[in-house]
């Protein structure tokens, strides 16, 4: 099992402010991928990165993978209470199984 | 299209009771995964099957077993239920691969309490 750590594990924010959520381990992933979940529900996609130095952006929120695929971020902008959730990162290793992260708890209070 | 769907929403057993976690899937996906997540430890892979008759343990498979006899359905089995099983449990189903910016579904979970 691959160890991806996640930081940090809690992150109280007003609206309006940027906040930044880090992946990190020691081991190289084939593919990553970060996930919402909120309480009562499963864990929703929220993107997959595959490339070394990747950064994919879906509106307020921007998603980096690290050049040796290591290790990740999301960053979001302007958060709004909306983005209020448990953010996972995952990664895919030699065997197409995914590691889970222990997962960042957000809350953006408005 | 219902997704994933998961049964029953609660549940809470008795110290070595048994009971099955219901999952099924209306997308045509060929792989499922069961996953249990406790609290500040993430989602843990407890067995997986990549197509009807075909299953795999996962990282903690130790007091469950499961079956794969239709696409659609792979139900979890726990035999003799201990309080360590105490989780929220997840199946998920994906078309190919995990990872390989492959998709995962995940069903609501089943929250499992063993007192």
């Known amino acids: 099992t691959q160890l991806l750590e996640q930081s940090p594990q809690f992150l109280s924010i007003q609206e309006g402010e940027n906040l930044t959520v880090y992946c990190n381990s020691s081991s190289v992933f084939s593919s990553l991928q970060w996930y919402r979940q909120e309480p009562g529900e499963g864990p929703v996609l929220l993107v997959t990165v595959v490339t070394g130095g990747e950064v994919k952006k879906l509106k307020r929120l921007t998603f980096q993978f690290g050049d040796a695929r290591k290790d990740s971020s999301l960053h979001i902008t302007a958060a709004q209470p909306g983005d209020t959730g448990l953010y996972l990162c995952?990664?895919?290793?030699?065997?197409?199984?995914?590691?889970f992260g222990a997962g960042t708890t957000v809350t953006v209070r408005a | 299209n219902a997704g994933v769907t998961q049964t029953p929403k609660f549940r809470i057993l008795k110290i070595g009771q048994s009971m099955t976690l219901q999952c099924t899937q209306d997308m045509n996906h060929n792989y499922m995964y069961w996953y249990r997540q406790d609290p500040g430890m993430g989602l843990k892979l407890i067995y997986y099957?990549?197509?009807?008759?075909?299953?795999d343990k996962g990282e903690v498979p130790n007091g469950y077993n499961v079956s794969r006899s239709t696409t659609e359905d792979f139900p979890l089995r726990l035999e003799l239920a201990a309080p360590s099983q105490t989780s929220v449990y997840f199946c998920?189903?994906?078309?190919?691969?995990?990872?390989?910016?492959?998709?995962?579904?995940f069903g609501p979970g089943t929250r499992l309490t063993v007192l």
């Open positions: 998920a189903s994906s078309y190919l691969r995990q990872g390989v910016d492959n998709e995962q579904f």
């Open positions: 099957s990549v197509g009807a008759g075909i299953t």
């Open positions: 995952a990664g895919a290793g030699e065997d197409y199984k995914l590691s």
